[in-house]
């Protein structure tokens, strides 16, 4: 790898390791020091590597650096060494009692801590996948302000009052009890859920940025695989979809960066090792009588991974969707359930559902509606498509409406007529 490319690349994976590293030691309160101490180590490998050459262990080299840096801080800042020293119950002089433990062990102990900090209930929502992003993931503000699709100063308020409220809250960052995971895990799962889907889901063009996202939800899914406690049927069922969905991820876009259509995907660009994976986690999350809404998500996941177009399939899928609205309904669910639904039991029965959802703001029920009715009504159909494509918002969208409405506009035409001799 060149230069150009291996410290953006370890500023990646390993800012975000050091940081909770010196967090989980120091505290939430002091991530600022720890923010500036990860950035200078990395300015000086900018300097010190251009000039000298690469070392022959570049990890270790960061590392030993920000060891080196943070215990120079401490000498010349005797306040706060003073204050670590009483926080920590150190007895000796801080500076030379510190070893900073990079081993991997704590490095995943820290960025697990460090995920139940960041979801504490006082954390608002949007603010604890910002955090997670920037913190666990190493997300710059302007990534993160294109994954959410804003702007900067939005994301940086975001952190801002994100990282204030951990501090003003007192939150420790440690090794979460028995209780604080059962409280917290579901706020974790669904703060993951979330990231994944800001990846798999987002408006984005940037397919690299999207791929990043999903990567790092499923990487900080399996921290809480690894660790005994947070070892649950639910977040193995979360991981099993996460791998169901990425599976199909190169399928889902052509060369030119267009959605492509389920129907319409390449087979032959599904990663066949995530489906057995995602397969893996599934048999997992199925060892007991926990049934979560991820475990319903992930088995409604794995029959798409069957390109057969079969009513046995769709039928499965179907009573998923069942079961699925029951645990927590969501419009989207109900909108999906509806397109099983005509899968099964054909679009007639499916129309009849559909409009009795009446999602009058939502562009995905006009399209589905437009759906439902080509080749049934295509005047109504039409009309569906048309009042969709003025509620979408994303190019991708109004894109694939587009050529809903150029079809059946095509398919119009070539209609026979009658008329008299």
């Known amino acids: 790898m060149q230069q150009t490319e291996l410290i953006p690349n370890l500023f990646r994976t390993e800012y975000r390791k050091i940081v909770t590293v010196l967090c989980y030691l120091f505290g939430i309160e002091h991530i600022e020091i720890a923010e500036d101490i990860v950035s200078d180590t990395f300015l000086l490998a900018a300097e010190l590597w251009i000039v000298k050459g690469t070392p022959a262990n570049p990890t270790a080299w960061l590392y030993k650096v920000a060891k080196n840096k943070t215990k ?47 979801c504490h209930p006082c954390i608002p929502e949007e603010a604890q996948i910002s955090l997670s992003l920037n913190l666990l993931c190493g997300f710059g503000v302007e990534e993160i302000a294109d994954a959410f699709l804003t702007n900067k100063d939005v994301i940086y308020k975001r952190l801002k009052r994100g990282k204030e409220k951990l501090r003003t809250e007192k939150i420790k960052i440690q090794q979460p009890t028995l209780l604080e995971i059962n409280e917290r895990l579901p706020t974790v799962l669904t703060t993951l859920y979330l990231l994944f889907n800001e990846g798999y889901y987002s408006s984005s063009q940037n397919t690299t940025l999207r791929k990043d996202l999903c990567l790092e939800a499923m990487r900080l899914n399996y921290l809480l695989l690894e660790n005994d406690n947070t070892n649950s049927n639910s977040a193995n069922a979360l991981l099993a979809l996460m791998c169901f969905h990425s599976s199909r991820f190169e399928a889902r876009t052509n060369q030119n960066g267009e959605t492509v259509l389920y129907k319409d995907q390449d087979t032959d660009l599904w990663n066949r090792e995530l ?116 509620l979408a918002n994303s190019h991708t969208d109004k894109t694939i409406i587009t050529v809903n409405i150029d079809g059946l506009i095509k398919k119009e035409k070539q209609k026979p007529t009658l008329g008299f001799v």
């Not at 150190?90 to 960025?111: C, G």
């Not at 009058?360 to 159909?381: E, F, P, R, V, W």
């Open 275 to 390: 489906i057995d994976k995602g397969e893996h986690f599934l048999n997992r999350a199925s060892q007991g009588n926990q049934l979560s809404k991820y475990h319903l998500e992930a088995a409604i996941a794995y029959w798409h991974t069957h390109k057969e177009d079969t009513k046995d399939k769709w039928e499965n899928i179907l009573q998923l969707y069942n079961k699925l609205l029951q645990i927590e309904y969501s419009p989207i669910a109900a909108l999906n359930r509806t397109f099983a639904l005509a899968k099964a039991n054909g679009k007639t029965v499916a129309i009849i559902e559909a409009e009795k959802l009446n999602l009058t703001d939502n562009h995905l029920y006009y399209s589905l509606l437009g759906n439902l009715y080509t080749d049934i009504d295509n005047t109504k159909a039409l009309q569906n498509f048309r009042i969709a494509l003025t």
């Open 72 to 118: 120079d801080y401490l000498k010349h800042n005797a306040i706060f060494a003073q204050k670590i020293s009483k926080e920590l119950k150190y007895t000796t002089r801080v500076a030379e009692s510190i070893e900073l433990d990079f081993t991997n062990q704590n490095i995943a102990d820290s960025q697990l801590a460090m995920m139940f900090a960041i």
